[in-house]
C-alpha cells in the first residue's frame, strides 16, 4: 500500500468513526485492521519514499553502464564513500605483536598472538602455520561468528585446522565482545554484565554511531590490520590471500574482501549480522554497494540447504554478478553453493571453503576432503593468563576510543559577550543542526487536514481523538483533552512522549494530569510511536546488549538515511505539524502553544521549538541531559537517542536548549545514560555551559530552570509543570478570558 493510500485510509477510519458513541479508552484505533494499518504506516512510508526509489535509481545507474571501465569508475566512487558507510578508518599505527606462547603438533605449529590494532588496543589471535610445506603459503584471515569462544570455538577452530592441514597459514582473531575480548563484564567475578556477541556488539555499536562510527568499521579495522600483520610474516604469500568466515564472520569476511584489495579470494559462510550489516548511511542497500567492491575477485557464498537462508543470499549473489559481467570476468568468479545443514560452519560448510580456495589458489591437489583433525581446549588457544584481554593487559576499549574521538570532533563553544554575538552564534548552530538532521521545514505550511475519530468523556475533561497529516503518507493520532474548566491564562500544550500518548485516562499520565488541572492539552504519536508502533506496545526485555523488538524499531530509525532524512528531523516535524493544527484550529489559533517532551520527546521538543518561532517555550520531562553521556558511559540504558549519524560533530542536546533562548525552558528530571534521574545542580551544571551564557547575552539567564521531583510520579512532573507555567503569562483568545492576561512577549525573554 502506498503512504498516500495508507494516509487517506486512516483518515476514512476517523471519518467513519466521527460518530461512534463514548469509548472506554483513549486509543484511537480498537479494531484489529485499524491498529495494523497504522503500525505499517512507517515502515511502508520508508520503503515507499526511500529504499524502492534508492533501489530502483541504484539499478537504472547499472543498467547505464556499458563498458569495463565505467563499471570500474563506479568501484572507485564506490571505494572513496567508505568512510561515508563506516565511519573514517584511523591511521595505521605499530601492530607491536607478541607471540605469548605456543601449541606444536605434528603438522602445524599454533602461535598465541596479540598484537594492537590501534595504540593500546589489543587484539587476540592464533596464528596456525603449516609443517613440511613449501613456504611461503597461501594466508587466510579468518573471521569468527557470533560465537562466545570467538577464535576458540570448537566449529572454527576446527576450519582453521582444515585450512592449515591443506597447506595453508591462517590467522584467527577474536572479535571485539567474544573469546578474550569482552569489554562488559565485572572483573572481580569474571560475570558478563552484557551477554558476548552479538549483544556486546549492540552496546558499543549504539554510542558510535553519535560519532560517526559503527561496529561493522571497528571490526573491519581490526581485520586491516590482522592482514598487516599477516603480509609481515615470512611464512605468508603476500599475493596470495584468502577471508573465510562464517555467519557474522561471513558478513566480516565479505567486509574485508571488499574493504582491503589485498585479499584475492573470499568463501562467506552464511554472511549476516545485525550490526555487521549496519553502516551510517543505511542497511541493506548499502551493504550491496560495500559488497560491490569485490568483483572480479572470486567470492564463494555457502549457505546450508536446511537454514532457509537462500533467497537473501541469492539475491546478494545475483546483485555482485552484474559487476562480474560488467567487468568482464565469468560468472563462475562468483557464486552461491548449498551444502547439507543448518546455520554452522560443520564439515559441509569447511570442505566448500577448502574446495573454493583450492581452485583459485592452484591448490586442487589438496583435495576438499577434510583430514582428520585434533581439536585442542578452549582454554589452551587463549593468550591471556585470565580470558579477558583487559584484565590481563589493560589497554582501551571500543567505549574508551569513541570518547577519545569524541573529544577531538565535538564543537569548541565560547560564551558569546553581548545579544549579537548570541544571536549570531545561534543562527551558526542553527544552520549545523538543521544540516546534521537533515530537517526539512517548508516555511510556507498549509494547515495539515485533520479529521475527529471519535470521543471520550470524563468529569474533568473532554478528549477529541484526532488524526492530521503531517505530510503526505503520515497521519498522526492524537488527543485534544479540553478540561471542564479550562484555566483562563494558561497557554494550549502540546505534549510529545517518547512511548506516545496516553492510551487510558485510567493510568496516571502526565497529558491526563495536566488536563485534569485545568490545560488544553494536545497529546500526539508522534510516527512509529504509540499506536503508530510497528510492533505495537511493549518495552525491551533488556535494556543492555540486544533486544530484538527494540532493533526492528532502531532499524527504522537507521534507514531513514535512505531518504536523506533522520527519524528526529522527521518526528520534529511531526511535532511543528502539531502546532500548524493548533495554530489553525479556531479559538485556540491565537493562544499560546508550549511544548511538553517526554523521555526522547524533549529532543522534538527542543528541535521543533529552535524552528519554529510560535512556539512560547519547552518543558522537557526525563529527557538525556547530553549525548556525551551515552559516550562516556561504559552502560547506557536509554534507547532510540542514537540514530543520528556523527551527530556529535556539531551539536549536542543542550545545544538545542540554547537555540530556544531566550524563550522559557525546565528541564525537569534530567536522567544519564542509565536512565537515572539527575539531581537538580547536576543537570544544570551539564545544560548551562554553553546555553546558559548565551540566554544571559539575551538577558534571559532566569529563564533556563532545572528541577527534580521527589520520585519521579506523574503527578509529582504535572505539579512541577504547573508551577513552572504560572512564572509566566501568555496569549490566549479564548472566549470569557480576562482581558488583563495578554502574552507578555517582554517578559519571557527577560531576567525575573
Not at 586491516?224 to 599477516?230: C, E, K, M
Not at 545475483?318 to 560443520?346: I, N, S, T, W
Request: glycine residues 8%; neutral net charge; charged residues 25%.
Amino acid at each position: 500500500m502506498s503512504y498516500h493510500m495508507l494516509c487517506v485510509s486512516l483518515l476514512g477510519v476517523a471519518a467513519l468513526s466521527a460518530d461512534a458513541p463514548d469509548a472506554p479508552s483513549l486509543k484511537l484505533f480498537e479494531r484489529p485492521d485499524e491498529q495494523a494499518r497504522a503500525r505499517a504506516m512507517l515502515p511502508s512510508f520508508i520503503s515507499t519514499y526511500g529504499s524502492e526509489p534508492l533501489r530502483k535509481r541504484r539499478q537504472a545507474e547499472l543498467d547505464a553502464l556499458k563498458t569495463r571501465e565505467q563499471w570500474r569508475a563506479r568501484q572507485r566512487r564506490t571505494r572513496q564513500r567508505l568512510a561515508e558507510f563506516f565511519g573514517p578508518f584511523p591511521a595505521r599505527t605499530p601492530l607491536n605483536p607478541r607471540i605469548v606462547g605456543k601449541i606444536d603438533r605434528e603438522k602445524y605449529v599454533i602461535e598465541k598472538l596479540i598484537f594492537e590494532s590501534r595504540p593500546s588496543y589489543y587484539v587476540t589471535a592464533n596464528f596456525y602455520v603449516p609443517k613440511g610445506r613449501p613456504l611461503p603459503a597461501p594466508g587466510v584471515i579468518f573471521t569468527c561468528g557470533h560465537a562466545a569462544e570467538g577464535k576458540a570455538a570448537p566449529l572454527y577452530h576446527e576450519a582453521c585446522l582444515g585450512l592449515v592441514l591443506k597447506g595453508y597459514v591462517v590467522l584467527a582473531l577474536d572479535p571485539m565482545g567474544q573469546g578474550e575480548r569482552s569489554e562488559y563484564f565485572d572483573a572481580a567475578t569474571g560475570d558478563h554484565i552484557v551477554r558476548l556477541c552479538v549483544p556486546q556488539h549492540h552496546q558499543l555499536g549504539r554510542p558510535a554511531f553519535l560519532v560517526g562510527r559503527t561496529l561493522s568499521g571497528h571490526r573491519t579495522w581490526d581485520c586491516i590490520r590482522a592482514v598487516d600483520y599477516l603480509v609481515s610474516r615470512p611464512e605468508v604469500d603476500a599475493d596470495r590471500l584468502a577471508a573465510v568466515g562464517n555467519s557474522g564472520g561471513g558478513q566480516m569476511a565479505l567486509l574485508i574482501t571488499a574493504a582491503d584489495e589485498r585479499i584475492k579470494v573470499c568463501a562467506a559462510a552464511h554472511p549476516g549480522g545485525s550490526m555487521e550489516n549496519t553502516y551510517l548511511a543505511g542497511r541493506t542497500l548499502i551493504d550491496r554497494e560495500v559488497l560491490s567492491l569485490i568483483p572480479p575477485r572470486p567470492c564463494r557464498m555457502i549457505v546450508g540447504d536446511e537454514s532457509g537462508e537462500e533467497p537473501g543470499h541469492r539475491r546478494k549473489m545475483a546483485d555482485m554478478l552484474q559487476f562480474y559481467k560488467g567487468l568482464g570476468v565469468g560468472a563462475e568468479r562468483g557464486e552461491l553453493v548449498l551444502v547439507d545443514g543448518v546455520h554452522d560452519m560443520k564439515q559441509p560448510k569447511r570442505e566448500a571453503a577448502y574446495e573454493w580456495l583450492n581452485r583459485w589458489f592452484d591448490k586442487d591437489a589438496e583435495g576438499s576432503a577434510e583430514p582428520p583433525l585434533a581439536p585442542e581446549e578452549v582454554a589452551a588457544l587463549n593468550c591471556t593468563d585470565t580470558g579477558f584481554a583487559l584484565t590481563s593487559l589493560g589497554g582501551e576499549t571500543g567505549q574508551t576510543l569513541n570518547e577519545a574521538y569524541m573529544a577531538q570532533i565535538m564543537p569548541r563553544r565560547t560564551a558569546p559577550p553581548d545579544r549579537p554575538a548570541a544571536e549570531a552564534a545561534q543562527a551558526q548552530v542553527k544552520a549545523a543542526v538543521m544540516r546534521r538532521l537533515a530537517l526539512k521545514l517548508p516555511e510556507q505550511r498549509p494547515a495539515p487536514p485533520a479529521r475527529v475519530a471519535g470521543t471520550f468523556r470524563e468529569a474533568n475533561f473532554t478528549a477529541e481523538k484526532i488524526v492530521y497529516e503531517s505530510e503526505p503518507g503520515i497521519t498522526i493520532p492524537a488527543l485534544l483533552m479540553v478540561p471542564a474548566k479550562p484555566l483562563p491564562t494558561s497557554p494550549v500544550l502540546l505534549h510529545a512522549a517518547e512511548r506516545g500518548k496516553p492510551s487510558s485516562a485510567a493510568a496516571p499520565s502526565v497529558a491526563t494530569g495536566l488536563a485534569r488541572r485545568g490545560y488544553i492539552v494536545l497529546s500526539i504519536d508522534v510516527r512509529g510511536v504509540g499506536e503508530t508502533d510497528p510492533r505495537g506496545p511493549g518495552e525491551p526485555k533488556s535494556m543492555d546488549g540486544y533486544d530484538r523488538t527494540q532493533w526492528s524499531r532502531d532499524c527504522l530509525a537507521i534507514d531513514a538515511a535512505y531518504m536523506g532524512r533522520t527519524m528526529a528531523a522527521m518526528r520534529t516535524l511531526d511535532v511543528v505539524r502539531g502546532v500548524d493544527y493548533l495554530k489553525a484550529h479556531g479559538e485556540l489559533a491565537d493562544d499560546s502553544v508550549m511544548l511538553i517532551g517526554e523521555g526522547l520527546g524533549g529532543l522534538w521538543a527542543l528541535a521543533a521549538a529552535a524552528f519554529d518561532e510560535r512556539v512560547a517555550g519547552v518543558v522537557c520531562v526525563e529527557t538525556l541531559l547530553s549525548y556525551t553521556m551515552l559516550v562516556r558511559s561504559k552502560y547506557h540504558r536509554v534507547r532510540s537517542y542514537f540514530w543520528v549519524p556523527g551527530v556529535l560533530h556539531d551539536f549536542d542536546l543542550p545545544d538545542l536548549a540554547a537555540l530556544v533562548a531566550p524563550r522559557p525552558i525546565l528541564w525537569l528530571d534530567g536522567i544519564n545514560a542509565m536512565a537515572e534521574r539527575v539531581a537538580e545542580d547536576e543537570a544544570a551544571e551539564i545544560i548551562r555551559r554553553w546555553p546558559a551564557s548565551v540566554y544571559a547575552a539575551l538577558g534571559a539567564h532566569a529563564n533556563l530552570r532545572f528541577a527534580r521531583t521527589p520520585s519521579g510520579a506523574p503527578d509529582e512532573a504535572v505539579q512541577a509543570i504547573a508551577s513552572f507555567l504560572q512564572k509566566y503569562s501568555y496569549r490566549v483568545s479564548r472566549k470569557g478570558d480576562p482581558a488583563g492576561c495578554p502574552y507578555d512577549s517582554a517578559k519571557v525573554g527577560r531576567d525575573e
